[in-house]
């Protein structure tokens, strides 16, 4: 990796898009792969990305996920436009969903989504306006001694 | 054991991505419940559900995950197979239920140590 540059790059995400998602996130890993970041934060990255990508799909109209690399750590910056979060201390507590009926019986909603992100990310920032739309700022940090 | 190993022994119905079965299983995981799998299961696990649309391909590709198992006999989707085929994932059915399959791999694993 050039160690002066940042890599960066976006996906579009569309609400609803059920067939299609985990494109973004399985596209993003294969990136990370060719780049030759570790293993391990692949691998948490992988989950981030993914359960961040669901949570647009299935709550927004549309978002974006971009996503930044510096030599010492990977960014995720996840945006949508959609219905906001009411009380973020309850979207982060285990078990609490607000997805629907059918979402549960597609296997989401289980209420692990930001919980999963919030465990394989270093530091994770929600930024939400009921009625306008959420942005999930994620960082890994790629040094471990950090 | 190798994926192949395990799909022979179970009579397992293999759908998808038959290139992989030289692949080593490493363990298993057993969930209906994407997050779940997301969260706990492990890179080499074969995974055992009743879910049959697209996203259990993203979750197996994205956890590196030896496999997917759909028990009692359900199908995928079409899309399902074709994003299988597309992003290499194999996918194997079964008659059996949950219960049998997990119990089977189990105990094949066991004796295998």
Redesign the interface.
Known sequence: MDFNKTTEGSFQLIGGEFTNAGEASIELKRKLTDLGLAQDIIKRAAVVAFEAEMNVIIHAAAGWLRYYITPDRLKLVITDMGPGIKDIDMAMKEGYSTAPDWIKEMGWGAGMGLPNINKNSDRMKIDSVVGEGTTVEIIINLNKEE | MKLGDLAGKLSLKILSYKEDLESEVSGGYVS?????V??NSR?GDIWI?F?T???I???A????LAGVILVNNRQPDE?TLRKAAT?KVTLMTTHMSTFETAGRIYQLMEEKD
């Not at chain 2, 209906?32 to 779940?36: E, G, N, P, R, Y």
């Not at chain 2, 590709?61 to 590196?64: A, F, M, S, V």
């Open positions: 209906d419940m994407l997050s779940d997301l969260a890179a559900t879910q649309h697209t996203n391909v993203a979750v590709n994205l956890k590196n899309e992003e």
